[in-house]
């Protein structure tokens, strides 16, 4: 996850929104495989994250609310990988931000399990 997440907010959507503002078809044909690739990446990180909390001691009310967490980033994800088939920027655009909201609320509630985000710090 930490190596999908460096990748993720160090490259990405600015080099695709780079390469497509360039119009060069095969750069940006590149760009948005690649966003394709990330999304199935997360989308399977996700499914993972879920059967996690199995392995984690934690109320039963906290479990469903992890497993949910991770379905919802798994739908986001998939959703994601929609929009890039697409060469959608405007839903991609929206679907990282549903990520990264969906994911510093994991973060948040199940710090203990989840540790921090390395591109957020709580205030």
Not at 36 to 54: G, H, R
Not at 90 to 99: P, T
């Amino acid at each position: 996850m930490t190596v999908l997440e460096r990748e993720t907010m160090a490259s990405w959507p600015q080099e695709v929104e780079n390469e497509y503002a360039a119009k060069d078809a095969d750069q940006t044909e590149q760009a948005f495989n690649e966003a394709s690739t990330l999304a199935v990446q997360l989308a399977n990180s996700a499914t993972v994250i879920a059967t996690l909390s199995n392995s984690i001691r934690m109320s039963e009310a906290d479990r469903r609310a992890f497993v949910a967490q991770a379905d919802t980033l798994h739908d986001q994800a998939q959703r994601l990988f929609e929009a890039t088939k697409a060469n959608d920027l405007e839903h991609m655009r929206a679907d990282l931000n549903s990520i990264q909201a969906t994911c510093k609320s994991c973060h948040e509630r199940f710090r203990e399990f989840t540790g921090p985000l390395a591109w957020y710090a709580p205030k």
